[in-house]
C-alpha cells in the first residue's frame, strides 16, 4: 500500500488516507466556484490593503491612497449636526416662551428635544409617557394642579414644588389628625363630605357634618364645593382625578396625614433652551391651556 493512492471501493475516489473507525476522508478536488471566489476574495483584499487603511505599523497604521477616516467622518458630521442645532438653539434662547410655537421649525426642534429631556429627567417619576401614577401627576390630561399655560409650566419646572429653591411652588396640606387639628370623628365626616362631591356619599348626616367642617377647615384652599385652587395648588376634590387615590381609606389618610409631594426644581440643573423646550414638550402632550 505505501506510495500508492489509497482508493475508496465505493465511489472509486481517491481517500486522504486518514482514517477514524472506518470511516475514510475522500481526497475530492475543492468546488471550482469556491476556489475562484477565493482567488478573487484574494485579489480584492489586496486592492483593500493598497486603497484603505490596513496594515498596523508599530505607532500608526498605513493610510491607503484615499486616507479615509471613519474618526474624521464622525467628527466632521458632530460639527455639522451641532452646528445646525446651533442656531436652532440659539433662535429658542431669544425666542419668547409662548412665541416658540408659532414657529414650526422651532416647534419640532423643541418638541424633539423637550421628549428626549422628559425621557431622561422626568421619567423616572412622571412616567416615561408622562401618564404619572400615584403621587406624580398625570401630565397628558387637563387636570392641572398648578396650571397648564406654557408659563405656568414653565414655572413648575424652573423652581419645582416644595423644593429647596426659594421661588418653589409652595403650600402644605395641614395633616389634620396627626396635627390634632381634627379628631378621628371630624376625619371620617369630612372625607363623607368629600365624597359627597362625587356622589359617592353613604351617610348623609356625616356628610351635612362634614360639610360644616370643611367650611371651616378645606375652603380656604379648596374652595367652595371642592372645585381646587391652582394658585394654591389645591386640587380640585369634585372631579374623578384623584394624585393619591380617590377612595374612602385614600382619603382619610390624606386628610389624617397630608401628602406634600415634592417636585425638584431644574433650574439649576438644565440650561435655559432645554427648560424651554420640556415647557414646550410637556404643554403639547394634550392637556396644554
Ligand atoms: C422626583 C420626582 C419628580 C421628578 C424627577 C419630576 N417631577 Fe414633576 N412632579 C412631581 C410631583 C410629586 C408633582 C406634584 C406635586 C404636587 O403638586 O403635589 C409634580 C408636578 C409636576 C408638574 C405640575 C403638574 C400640575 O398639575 O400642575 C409639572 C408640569 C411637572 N411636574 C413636570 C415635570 C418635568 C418637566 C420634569 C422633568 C424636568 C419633572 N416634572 C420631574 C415629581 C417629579
Ligand atoms: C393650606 C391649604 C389646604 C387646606 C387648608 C386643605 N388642603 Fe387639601 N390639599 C392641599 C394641597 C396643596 C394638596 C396637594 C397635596 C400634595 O400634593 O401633597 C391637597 C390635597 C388634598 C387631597 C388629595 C387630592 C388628590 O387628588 O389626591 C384631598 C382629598 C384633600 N386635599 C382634602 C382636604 C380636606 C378634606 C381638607 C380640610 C379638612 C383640606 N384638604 C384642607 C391644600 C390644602
Not at 379628631?183 to 369630612?190: A, C, I, L, P, W
Not at 426644581?265 to 440650561?271: K, V
Request: charged share 20%; with cysteine; hydrophobic share 40%.
Amino acid at each position: 500500500m505505501a506510495g500508492q493512492p489509497d482508493v475508496d471501493e465505493f465511489s472509486g475516489t481517491e481517500t486522504t488516507g486518514h482514517e477514524w473507525d472506518g470511516i475514510k476522508e475522500l481526497n475530492n478536488p475543492l468546488p471550482r466556484w469556491w476556489l475562484y471566489t477565493f482567488y478573487i476574495c484574494i485579489l480584492w483584499s489586496i486592492g483593500y490593503w493598497i486603497v484603505m487603511p490596513a496594515w498596523p505599523l508599530i505607532n500608526s497604521h498605513t493610510k491607503g491612497l484615499i486616507g479615509h477616516s471613519d474618526r474624521a467622518s464622525v467628527a466632521r458630521s458632530i460639527e455639522e449636526a451641532k452646528a445646525a442645532q446651533g442656531a436652532l438653539a440659539s433662535r429658542i434662547a431669544e425666542t419668547e416662551l409662548d412665541q416658540v410655537s408659532a414657529d414650526p421649525e422651532l416647534l419640532s426642534f423643541a418638541l424633539a428635544g423637550g421628549r428626549s429631556a422628559f425621557a431622561v429627567n422626568c421619567s423616572q417619576c412622571h412616567g416615561l409617557g408622562a401618564a404619572g401614577s400615584r403621587g406624580y401627576p398625570n401630565l397628558n390630561d387637563d387636570d392641572w394642579i398648578w396650571g397648564g399655560t406654557v408659563a405656568d409650566i414653565h414655572q413648575t419646572i424652573l423652581y419645582g414644588i416644595r423644593s429647596e429653591h426659594d421661588e418653589s411652588r409652595q403650600n402644605d396640606m395641614p395633616a389634620f389628625l396627626n396635627d390634632e387639628i381634627l379628631t378621628r370623628e371630624q376625619v371620617d365626616d369630612v372625607v363623607e363630605y368629600v365624597l359627597s362631591l362625587t356622589a359617592r356619599a353613604e351617610d348623609d348626616a356625616a356628610a351635612a357634618r362634614g360639610a360644616e367642617i370643611y367650611a371651616e377647615q378645606c375652603v380656604a384652599c379648596h374652595q367652595e364645593g371642592g372645585v381646587g385652587d391652582r394658585e394654591l395648588g389645591a386640587p380640585n376634590l369634585a372631579d374623578q382625578i384623584w394624585l393619591y387615590g380617590g377612595e374612602r381609606p385614600d382619603l382619610v389618610e390624606t386628610v389624617s396625614a397630608s401628602r406634600r409631594g415634592v417636585m425638584p426644581p431644574w433650574i439649576d440643573r438644565l440650561d435655559s433652551a432645554t427648560l424651554k423646550k420640556l415647557a414646550v414638550y410637556v404643554h403639547s402632550l394634550g392637556g396644554g391651556e
